[in-house]
Structures are given as structure tokens and as C-alpha cells.
């Protein structure tokens, strides 16, 4: 586990050096680039996360989803069973992280850039960017507090 723990912590601190440098940056494409930087970073915390779980649990292969982990794990702890109910949640922080993470790693489709062509009328749509930072704090207070947890019980 104490692999796993180290390499977490890694992906959160380099996640949010990028996201730190996004916010001192100018220029669409560097800031849109570090934060993808930095939502795969974090992708990558959570899923060396999901590992640390699997050994508390006594799982020595890796795991590379929650839902592997349920379903290998002889033994479902606490901190399990609450990610599961924040992945069941089609409103959580944790579904909308993993929704953009599997979003940007596909080209958008076409006609989804947010402008609108009418004849010789052209909308452009506001689209809300997600804002990684908070995802970053989200994951990073979540694995916090089940560390903490499970160092008091």
C-alpha cells in the first residue's frame, strides 16, 4: 500500500503545480493544455487511490476502476462503499471528473465547438468549462479524510 500511498500524493502535488501555472498563464491553447494536464494527472491519483484501497483490503494486482475494485476485493470497506455512492451520483463532482477525463480523451464531434451557423446569422453558445481546480480539492479533501479516518478507527 505505502507504494501506492507516495505515488498518489505524487499525481495530486503535480496536478496542482499545473493547475497553479494554469492560473498564472495567458493564452487559451497553455491554459486549456495545462489543465488537461492536470485533469490526467488527477485521473491518475484516483486510480493509484482505487490501489491503495485494494491492499487495505488484502488485493495485491492492480485495479484500474471502482467498479474492478468492488468486484475483486474479498472484503468491501467503508471507503468503498462511499465512493461507490459518489459514483452513483449522475450529480457528483466525482461523476463529472471522470465524464470530462473520458470526454477529452475523444475529439469533440462536429458541431459541438458551441457556434451555431444560420444562414448568414452565426450564435456563439456559452459553454461552461468545468473547473478542474475544484475537482482537484474535491479528490484531493475526499482522500484526505478517508486517510484520517482510517488512522483514528
Known sequence: MSQW???TNQKL???RLLLDQADQSSGKALVDALNESALYQMYDAWVSYLNELAGMAGYRKPVATLENLLEVTPLVTGEMTELRVLRADSYSWLVGFLSQ?????QPEPVGQGG??????LIAVAETSKPDVREWWQALSELIDSQRQNRQES
Not at 101 to 105: L, R, Y
Not at 115 to 120: E, I, K, L
Open 115 to 120: 457556434v451555431v451557423q444560420s444562414g448568414n
Open 13 to 15: 502535488y503535480q496536478a
Open 101 to 105: 477525463v473520458s470526454a477529452q480523451a
Open 5 to 7: 500511498l507516495g505515488f
